[in-house]
Nanobody, 124 residues
Framework: QLRLVVTGGGLVQPGGSLRLSCEAS????????IGWYRQAHGKEREGVSC???????NYADSVKGRVTVSRDNARNAGYLQISNLKPEDTAVYYC??????????????????WGKGTLVTVSS
């Protein structure tokens, strides 16, 4: 069974940081890009970041400078580090596997697998 599982969500105070992990099972991530998306309640899904299979990184303007995406192929996992969290970062965060297609990845295009998300709540 092919699965992507995101862990590391929860309640964080404004200004805090967290690291989300995306672990794959049933397939290997090393030939895929890993995408990160989020969806706040009542809002459209937003592409946050995408790291290619070769390690090239892409970030949404809304998070640039506060987010670092990485991957560890040996662990079959990807990571999203978010710092200086703001209430507007509150959302369900998802990871995906596919390709970082220019101008398309933020829309979710080119992603072959979607995992279940984890809720990140930024609140005091």
């Amino acid at each position: 069974q092919l699965r992507l599982v995101v862990t590391g969500g929860g309640l964080v105070q404004p200004g805090g940081s967290l690291r989300l992990s995306c672990e794959a099972s049933g397939f290997t991530l090393d030939s895929y890009a890993i995408g990160w998306y989020r969806q706040a309640h009542g809002k459209e899904r937003e592409g946050v970041s995408c790291i290619s299979s070769s390690g090239g990184t892409n970030y949404a303007d809304s998070v640039k400078g506060r987010v670092t995406v990485s991957r560890d192929n040996a662990r079959n996992a990807g990571y999203l580090q978010i710092s200086n969290l703001k209430p507007e970062d509150t959302a369900v965060y998802y990871c995906t596997a596919g390709g970082c297609i220019k101008d398309e990845w933020p829309l979710g295009h080119g992603m072959d697998f979607w995992g279940k998300g984890t809720l990140v709540t930024v609140s005091s």
